[in-house]
């Protein structure tokens, strides 16, 4: 299950807007820096106003499973077209809603 969703959230980042999009839990909340708590209309609208990620090195996986939530921890270096990296200390919970795996919380913090 959690190989599965180090997938998944690999694609959070890489994917295009609506991909990601389609990953948030309707109840999710996500911490990003300088945007503050944003709910799950905050993070999609944060998504259409920013390029997308082009790059992506996920180091210190940490997994925490039980068999309706999961929760991944780790550092990422992100980079964007014509951009320095982004480094940041990172947590995704997610939630199995109706057989299918959603993001109910992500937090970054800035390194």
Do not use: N
Not at 10 to 37: H, I, N, Q
Not at 82 to 96: K, N, V
């Amino acid at each position: 299950m959690a190989d599965e969703l180090w997938r998944e959230e690999r694609e959070f980042w890489l994917s295009g807007v609506a991909e990601a999009a389609r990953k948030l839990d309707g109840a999710c909340l996500m911490v990003l820096g300088p945007a503050g708590v944003l709910d799950r209309a905050g993070v999609v609208s944060a998504l259409q106003s920013a390029p997308r990620w082009q790059e992506l090195t996920v180091s210190d996986r940490s997994t925490i499973e039980s068999d309706e939530v999961v929760v991944l921890a780790y550092r990422a270096v992100a980079r964007r077209p014509a951009a320095d990296a982004y480094r940041a200390l990172c947590t995704t919970t997610w939630i199995r809603r109706h057989g299918d795996w959603r993001i109910l919380q992500h937090q970054r913090t800035t390194l």
